[in-house]
């Protein structure tokens, strides 16, 4: 069964709007949880990387202002996206690191389908 | 340098069959691991299979098998018995360093086409 979920699983919003996603590990708890980007046809990108109780790290050329992430609890992270316009739109994933014992592995979330009108 | 890649767009093979999708790395770091993800329509990521750089043996699981090549950087992934459930974009990644929370690279994906 899933182990990571995210909502909303799709939003369409007006250029302008901030859009807030929420990261929830269901049945442990994740002080490490990563935010992706995916466009069309192409690969996943990280994004930032979001530690509980403390700011996250973003990659390379990420707005942070931009793309407000909060990791409030242990089991939950949220992406906002402020002020979102039409080249925002994109799939956003996150994942969280469970330890499987052998090695940690990371779980996605279903992913969330953003568009900007 | 890319640090995965991924040399076939998409793959087609019939239904029952066997497929390899390749993966080749490149790190200098002794301590990596290597992950299989699947990424049906729905967008989801489905983790797969996973192969430690130490680790002896080729990871299994189920119809999945990994052929690690360490002195070649090969990590290709085996699909025995393939079904049409299988159709998904496949993707090979990496996270190097000993800790498990380090970020992952992906390669730029397999779409698989599972014919009947």
């Known amino acids: 069964g899933a182990v990571v979920s995210q909502h909303p699983s799709w939003v369409i919003c007006k250029s302008g709007t901030s859009v807030k996603i929420e990261c929830r590990s269901l049945d442990f708890q994740a002080t490490t949880m990563f935010w992706y980007r995916q466009f069309p046809k192409q690969s996943l990108m990280l994004m930032a990387t979001?530690?509980?109780?403390?700011?996250?790290?973003?990659e390379q050329g990420v707005e942070k202002d931009k793309f407000l992430i909060n990791h409030a609890s242990l089991t939950l992270s949220t992406l906002t996206v402020t002020s979102a316009h039409p080249e925002d739109s994109s799939f956003y994933i996150c994942?969280?690191?469970?330890?499987?014992?052998?090695?940690?592995?990371?779980?996605f979330g279903p992913g969330t389908r953003l568009l900007v009108l | 340098a890319q640090k995965i890649t991924q040399t076939q767009p998409g793959m087609f093979v019939q239904e029952k069959e066997a497929v390899t999708l390749d993966c080749t790395y490149d790190?200098?770091?002794?301590?990596?691991?290597l992950f299989w993800y699947k990424q049906p329509s729905s967008g989801e990521m489905i983790f797969l299979i996973y192969q430690g750089s130490y680790d002896q043996q080729n990871a299994t699981e189920g119809r999945y098998s990994l052929n690690f090549q360490k002195a070649r950087k090969s990590a290709n992934l085996v699909i025995s018995a393939s079904q049409l459930g299988d159709s998904a974009m496949y993707f090979c990644a990496m996270r190097e360093g000993r800790s498990g929370y380090s970020t992952l690279t992906f390669g730029k994906g397999t779409m698989l086409l599972v014919s009947p």
């Open positions: 790190t200098s770091d002794p301590s990596y691991g």
């Open positions: 994942s969280a690191i469970k330890n499987m014992g052998r090695q940690e592995t990371q779980y």
């Open positions: 979001s530690n509980e109780g403390s700011k996250a790290t973003y």
